[in-house]
């Protein structure tokens, strides 16, 4: 865990310092009571429906963009419940680490989940 | 990280927090009346600054710096919060003491931003708000172990209710110690804060209050496919409403006040030209001024409840699919709602707009709404041109077609413009749309008014110190030279001579000399120009004057009517939304640009229109 830590501080740092829009994929190895079943395909934000839970896996936004959804509580690891919608379909309301913070299609799409099952 | 001793008192104290953690009520609280807003310079963040007045007498200068998540300098916000703590901004002093305020209702969150601020050693209060919430839905913390493991003290106030507001007095009024060195997360690392975050609140026996049952029922309701929209409607309509319906009559009751006190000075005042230039020029100059605040402290009151209340990010959340097709987002709905009522305060309110493109677009296109005072322009120049003829029965005439026309090309121009400068020069690119809900609250009078307060200042201040100029010069060039000591009529004046020079310009858009002049005078501000024409053909200056109605159509076509209609919706003619963008914006650069585009626009439009109807 602590290596896996290290690791994400070093590529946070490193695509950080530079203003290139390097994508930094954090990726955090799934906690050991949810290893069973993994999905054939990834899912993302985009797939849940409303009152569904999932756990944020990675985020797939360049390091400024995934620093800010962090800050926000979208963490891997952290517990994802999906709310309402705007009439229209989008944005949608996601309720995570005790906010409510409401993202676009385009952004959920780059946030990789897993649900519990 | 040492450990001095405690210092003296302090003088200057910063205020820092997360957005949504109710830092700008405290600040009210602590301040009171005694506060100003300014921007710091060469950057398009606001900073609030006040006096805070203690037991003894003594008063502590207070700066309320913006809502930020971290100190990482990733957004300007971030960077000058972070400058100003540090002291490296050389326009801000650095701050004796730090108040930390975060919301206690989300605190395994909030105190990610602890570690930062207690890691610049600076004597640190952290105050947790929102204590009636935390108490109302069940949550739970111990205050002292929290302030162990902090190594600062901690204090749980709700600056809503004014509830434990004497804890902050009372660290304001000591000499405190810098914060006691304690493990903290290396910065950069979020999920490292996070963590450490957690352990915090863990070891404070923290425990989170149960979620908050009305908020989500409301946003069943305020959300709803059906009632979302509809409710979204009549708010829509209620802003309508209140700006012109409502206003109207006090701004009559303003505009009556000052004639009245401008007749009862006129015979005050000895000399001709000096009377003349204080009843006319000065007092009808601040009078266009502040008849306009009414309707800006309406517009304000509206927005300040949508944005307390919490429904504003609702209402941002439902306008933003549409928003998004033009290439802006849901914050940008109000702002352009309210330049209906008047462009500058309308840009005022873009502030809520992060993303500084989005926030530079919005601001750039806001003064194609059909403001307010194009109102009277139109009202003269249709009712003059066009007859009164019903199209729908009693619903709608030509005349009322002719205004709706104009609000819809106005519109039109500001989505079209928008879609260009989105997807060239102001092209967004990466970052993404996020916008946090908060929970509904009441909002209490005391913040809405402080806030009332501000935005009228500002507005009454900028404005009209701009247009106030403005007159005075207008005044000037109308009244002189002077011949043989009496003031000329208006063609012989050298606003005339003005006039007279620009004519071979403004004759393709079906324009006399005398249009001219009024066209030159309304780039102070656009009603300006009844009152000017009104002078030039020697008569009562109104915008439902029938004689000025046939004066006007002896010396302009239909043709040149519809010109004059159509240079006045596109044109940028206000001098106090020009200083406001450039306050807003930082430079002359954009007021600039939008001031060439605009008038281009204006000019091409007048001139296709001359000719095509004659």
Sequence with gaps: ?117 | MQAPAGGPAPRTVALVGPPNSGKTTLFNRLTGLRQKVANFPGVTVEHHTGLAELDDGRAVSIIDLPGVYSLAPRSEDERIARDVLTGERPDAPKPDAILLVLDSTNLNRHLMLAAPILALGVPTLVILNLADDLRGRGGHLDLDALARELGAPVALISARQGEGIEQVFSFLMRAVPAPRPVQLPVLQDVPKCREWAGRVGRQAGYRAPAPPEWTHRLDGLFLHPVFGPLVFALVVIAVFQTIFTAAAPLMDGVRGLFNVSGNWIAPLIPFAALRSLVVEGVWSGVGAVVVFLPQVLLLFLFIGILEDSGYLARAALIADRTMARVGLQGKSFIPLLSAYACAVPAILATRTIENKRDRFATILIAPFMTCSARLPVYTLIIAAFIPNRPILGAFLGTRAAALLGLYILGFLAAVATARALKSSILKSGRTPFLLEMPAYRWPTVQSIGLRLLDRSMIFLRRAGTVILLVTVVLWVLAHLPLDNGHMPAIEHSLAGTVGRTIEPAIRPLGFNWKIGIGLISSLAAREVIVGTLGSIYGMEADSHSVDLQKALQRDLSLGGAVALLLFFAFAMQCISTIAVVRRETGGWKWPAFQFTYMGVLAYAAAFIAFHVVR
């Design chain 1, 1 to 117: 865990m602590v290596s896996d830590l290290i690791i994400l501080k070093l590529m946070l740092q490193l695509s950080g310092n530079n203003g290139q829009a390097e994508a930094a994929v954090l990726d955090l190895p799934m906690s050991s009571h949810a290893r069973r079943g993994r999905p054939a395909r990834s899912l993302t934000l985009v797939d849940l429906r409303k009152g569904d839970e999932a756990i944020v896996d990675r985020i797939d936004l360049p390091a400024d963009d995934a620093r800010r959804l962090m800050e926000l509580g979208f963490l891997p690891g952290a517990r994802v419940v999906a709310g309402c919608r705007a009439p229209g379909g989008d944005p949608r309301v996601f309720q995570v680490d005790g906010s409510e913070i409401a993202l676009r299609r385009e952004t959920a799409r780059k946030i990789g989940v897993h649900t519990d099952r």
